[in-house]
Nanobody, 123 residues
Framework: QVQLVESGGGSVQAGGSLRLSCAAS?????MGWFRQAPEKEREGVAT???????SYADSVKGRFTISKDNAKNTLYLQMNSLKPEDTAMYYC????????????????????WGKGTLVTISS
């Protein structure tokens, strides 16, 4: 069983930065960050696979960076220039089959999920 534990969420003002972490019990093929704002559908934010391929949602390109530490089985999301519209619950997810590109747009097919960490951006 794959366990994912997120941390690093919090409240910051617009323009600020946060770094999310996701500790995984094992590292499997693709991992990523997804978010869900109140009354909105969950969406892919950034994904990465073992081949090193990364994918980003258009709304975060140039502001967010996904990375991983294979030795620590830890996934990160560095979020800069945060905007109020980035406010959401952020979830770490993993899957053993999909590439980064596939995972970004198919959150329903991600096999494993963390419980999430809340990010709140004030204007």
């Amino acid at each position: 069983q794959v366990q994912l534990v997120e941390s690093g969420g919090g409240s910051v003002q617009a323009g600020g930065s946060l770094r999310l972490s996701c500790a995984a019990s094992v590292y499997i093929y693709s991992m990523g960050w997804f978010r869900q704002a109140p009354e909105k559908e969950r969406e892919g934010v950034a994904t990465i696979d073992l081949g090193g391929r990364v994918s980003y949602a258009d709304s975060v390109k140039g502001r967010f960076t996904i990375s991983k530490d294979n030795a620590k089985n830890t996934l990160y999301l560095q979020m800069n220039s945060l905007k109020p519209e980035d406010t959401a619950m952020y979830y770490c997810a993993a899957d053993s089959r999909m590439t980064a590109g596939q995972a970004l747009g198919n959150y329903n097919d991600m096999a494993y999920w963390g419980k999430g960490t809340l990010v709140t951006i004030s204007s």
